[in-house]
T-cell receptor
Framework: GNSVTQMEGPVTLSEEAFLTINCTYT??????LFWYVQYPGEGLQLLLK?????DKGSNKGFEATYRKETTSFHLEKGSVQVSDSAVYFC????????????FGTGTRLTVIP | EAEVAQSPRYKITEKSQAVAFWCDPI?????LYWYRQILGQGPELLVQ????????DSQLPKDRFSAERLKGVDSTLKIQPAELGDSAMYLC????????????FGPGTRLTVL
């Protein structure tokens, strides 16, 4: 079946620190992989995505590379800001079926000045 | 910028009462999803519509939950009767098509059952 396992939080970093949030997946087919972000009081927003192996998704300074050999899609940012404080969800979509998303449990990031 | 609209944003109800949530997807989006997000967990799909037809409702507790999208545009999710374990955030999302299309999420309805 399809599942996503991501690093448990919460994660607290100082401004300008390096961020890594680990994500690994199990899928029956060849999934697309996503990172969604949920800011306080708001809905989920797509942060970045990758649709095939070795693709790198990037947006707003965040990056993640689709690693089929390690079934991973770790999220990284070189220098976090206070405004990056949010909950981050890793997700996959199994392309063999409908466009259903399977989410991890989320990682709460707090960036302190 | 087009957005998915949901109402109400917050709902408090007592167990055994009926509740309903409304979602208006982005114009032109044929596919609509309802997710439930329990505190501290990721969203889980409850039901998926393609136009007015249900594509997947395998995770919908059909003894108490119902969903409809009569004209293939807006949608209503109902719970009757509500139970304490239904307390969660209910998220609606829409996408242009069914396969490999980005899902856009609404702000959600936070339900508290007392």
């Amino acid at each position: 079946g399809n599942s996503v396992t991501q690093m448990e939080g919460p994660v607290t970093l100082s401004e300008e620190a390096f961020l890594t949030i680990n994500c690994t997946y199990t899928a029956t087919g060849y999934p697309s992989l996503f990172w969604y972000v949920q800011y306080p009081g708001e809905g989920l927003q797509l942060l970045l995505k990758a649709t095939k192996a070795d693709d790198k998704g990037s947006n707003k300074g965040f990056e993640a590379t689709y690693r089929k050999e390690t079934t991973s899609f770790h999220l990284e940012k070189g220098s976090v800001q206070v405004s990056d404080s949010a909950v981050y969800f890793c997700a996959l979509s199994d392309q063999t079926g409908a466009n259903n998303l399977f989410f991890g449990t989320g990682t709460r990031l707090t960036v302190i000045p | 910028e087009a957005e998915v609209a949901q109402s109400p944003r917050y709902k408090i109800t007592e167990k055994s009462q009926a509740v309903a949530f409304w979602c208006d997807p982005i114009s032109g989006h044929a596919t609509l999803y309802w997710y439930r997000q329990i505190l501290g967990q990721g969203p889980e799909l409850l039901v998926q519509f393609q136009d007015e037809s249900v594509v997947d409702d395998s995770q919908l507790p059909k003894d108490r939950f119902s969903a409809e999208r009569l004209k293939g545009v807006d949608s209503t999710l109902k719970i009757q009767p509500a139970e304490l374990g239904d307390s969660a955030m209910y998220l609606c999302a829409s996408s242009f098509g069914e396969v490999n299309n980005e899902q856009f999420f609404g702000p959600g309805t936070r339900l508290t059952v007392l």
